[in-house]
């Protein structure tokens, strides 16, 4: 197979022999982004494909994901990044009872190598521990990630527990993951809550909202 079908195929087979070979091959071709985004996410899309129509099963798509993790930590150092300057600080995390956590991975990477400092907190984070480590660290910033449809419902409880807290207009918040939609985001949920929220179709539109958000 080519290279990047190759390096697709071993997301998919989650195939981990043989893969650094094949992304410094890689990286003497394209910038590590760029195989990031164009070559492993959409071995992932195929991943997620099979798995939601019953073609692969759970066990399997784990194994992808761990492959497309260590793709992405070795590529990371490859990644140009801004020095020298902080823009702004992000409490972020994947919400209560979702364990999807690399896109909010790569959300972290785009933005630590862009300025801002990032306090990853990990996955399946409840409220409270979002909310205080936001006080705590004086963030600029909340951000959430959830891939559930039932993460969608948690966010919405999310921004009312801010609400109730008083503390909606001191951070925006930025929301993304699969199972949201732009107009849930900024239609059903910007009418509840209390202060400013975006949804990030992806990281690159995180890093152009959290731009605009210490505009
Ligand atoms: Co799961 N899973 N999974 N899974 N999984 C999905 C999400 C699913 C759509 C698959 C499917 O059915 N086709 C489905 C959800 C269905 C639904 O809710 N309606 C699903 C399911 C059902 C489940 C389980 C319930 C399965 C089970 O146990 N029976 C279970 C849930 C466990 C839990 O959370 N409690 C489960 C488990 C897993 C694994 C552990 C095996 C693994 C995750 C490993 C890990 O993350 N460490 C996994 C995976 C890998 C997937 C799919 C296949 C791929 C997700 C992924 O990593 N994509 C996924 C299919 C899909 O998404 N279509 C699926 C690549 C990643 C880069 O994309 O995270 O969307 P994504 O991030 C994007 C953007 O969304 C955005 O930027 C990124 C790109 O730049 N973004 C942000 C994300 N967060 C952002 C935050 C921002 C800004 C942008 O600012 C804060």
Avoid: C
Wanted: net charge negative; proline share 3%; hydrophobic share 45%.
């Amino acid at each position: 197979l080519p290279l990047w079908e190759r390096l697709q195929r071993r997301i998919v087979d989650g195939e981990k022999k043989g893969l650094e070979a094949d992304l410094d091959e890689g990286l003497g071709q394209r910038p590590a982004l760029e195989i990031i985004n164009e070559v492993l996410l959409e071995g992932m899309k195929t991943v997620g494909e099979l798995f939601g129509s019953g073609q692969m099963q759970l066990p399997f798509v784990l194994q992808s994901a761990e492959v497309m993790k260590t793709a992405v930590a070795y590529l990371e150092p490859h990644m140009e990044r801004l020095e020298g300057v902080t823009k702004g600080r992000i409490v972020l995390a994947t919400v209560k009872g979702d364990v999807h956590d690399i896109g909010k991975n790569l959300v972290d990477i785009i933005l630590s190598n862009n300025g801002y400092e990032v306090i990853n907190l990990g996955i399946k984070q409840p409220v409270s521990t979002i909310l205080e480590a936001a006080v705590e660290k004086d963030a600029d910033v909340i951000g959430m990630s959830g891939l559930l449809v039932k993460s969608t419902v948690i966010m919405k409880e999310n921004l009312q527990e801010m609400n109730a807290r008083g503390i909606a207009d001191r951070f925006p918040v930025l929301l993304g993951g699969a199972a949201l939609t732009r107009a849930y985001v900024e239609q059903d949920l910007a009418d509840i809550f209390g202060g400013h929220v975006r949804y990030a179709r992806d990281a690159f539109e995180g890093l152009r909202l959290m731009d605009s958000f210490m505009a």
